[in-house]
């Protein structure tokens, strides 16, 4: 694998709740990549959580953080990068995702609904009325996770090693093609 990506970064785009961070430790592992998560950047650099950037200084301010974090990331090869889900929606943030793999995970809203039933550190899902929150803001991001590379539709039977199995099989098809 590593012969075939020649060092390229792939970047995991998704709803949050996809499991962009869980999968993408498999697949760092495997192949001897290093693991990047752009919103445990985006705490570390900011001193404080996403929930207490977004009430003290609101969205605009963490996705300007969100694509500095990315501009920086992107200088380096051989990562697996987990994004953060609203990323894609920052134009400027694609000709930085354009410099590797993207790869979309795409989970049905029921599978995004229970692993988040009991998350209270999305601040995007502080809304009395989830569901409907999680299909907006789905809605609005889709056109552009459909831009990825490689558009993966994960099922409630699989686990994270299955989807990074799956990704790992799937990645010399979609170079070939490029």
């Known amino acids: 694998m ?3 990506l020649k060092g390229v970064n792939l970047y995991l785009i998704g709803m949050m709740g996809v499991g962009k961070t ?17 919103d445990e950047v985006i705490v570390k650099a900011a001193g404080k ?20 974090v990315l501009a920086q990331v992107c200088a380096y090869t051989k990562l ?6 609203g ?25 995004i609904l229970q ?5 209270d550190t999305r601040p ?12 907006s803001l789905l809605e609005q ?3 552009m996770y459909s831009q990825a590379d490689l558009h993966l539709i994960i099922s409630a039977t699989e686990t994270p090693e299955d989807i990074a199995t799956r990704i790992l099989a799937t990645i010399p098809s979609i170079l070939k093609q490029q």
């Open 49 to 68: 959580s996403i929930n207490e950037i977004f009430a003290e200084n609101g969205e605009a301010e963490f996705r300007k953080l969100e694509g500095d």
């Open 124 to 135: 995007l899902l502080q809304d009395a009325d989830m569901e409907s929150k999680l299909r």
């Open 2 to 4: 590593i012969d075939i």
């Open 80 to 85: 697996v990068v987990a994004t953060g889900g």
């Open 141 to 143: 991001r889709q056109p």
């Open 115 to 119: 692993r988040l039933a009991a998350d």
């Open 87 to 111: 990323i894609v929606m920052q134009q400027q943030n694609w000709s930085y995702l354009h410099h590797g793999l993207i790869i979309w995970l795409d989970s049905p809203i029921q599978i």
């Open 22 to 38: 869980t999968v993408g430790k498999l697949i760092a592992e495997e192949i001897g990549y290093r693991f990047v998560d752009t």
